[in-house]
């Protein structure tokens, strides 16, 4: 007696599928891994902390720590001890020659640093 009557069929239970949702702006593409690090940062700081272990890379805007050791793990299979992710700011200053106002871009780098032993060939 009840208003919703029974099936008589079972209902079978469908696979269901991961749908990977779009990245929002600001955020990093979350259909692939390795999209957290932009590049390698190759310059003399980078190059004295190499010796130490210690890796940099630029990074995209929205990616976190464990986005980076993730692509880190994936691109060079090492693992890495710590990350540690520094923000520089954009700096706006005046040209000497032409009086113009003069913009350096700000960036995301990553300090990878690794285990003893573990080694990342960038060049």
């Known amino acids: 007696m009840g208003i919703f009557g029974k099936k008589d069929e079972p209902e079978t239970k469908t696979a269901e599928v991961a749908v990977v949702k779009e990245a929002k702006p600001g955020r990093i593409n979350t259909k692939s891994v390795t ?11 980078a ?10 890379f ?6 976190s720590k464990f986005d980076v050791r993730d692509a880190i793990k994936a691109l060079y ?23 113009r106002d003069m913009m350096e871009h700000g960036l995301r780098k990553a300090y990878v640093y690794l285990k003893k032993g573990d080694r990342i060939e960038l060049v």
Do not use: C, F, W
Not at 35 to 45: D, F, L, M, N
Not at 58 to 63: H, L, M, T, V
Not at 82 to 96: A, E, F, L
């Open 47 to 56: 190059a004295l902390l190499s010796d130490n272990n210690v890796y940099t």
């Open 35 to 45: 999209s957290a690090i932009v590049k390698p940062r190759i310059t003399e700081k």
């Open 77 to 99: 299979n090492v693992t890495p001890t710590k990350v540690h992710i520094v923000n520089k700011q954009p700096r706006h200053s005046m040209s000497r020659s032409r009086g």
């Open 58 to 63: 630029e990074i995209q805007k929205g990616a």
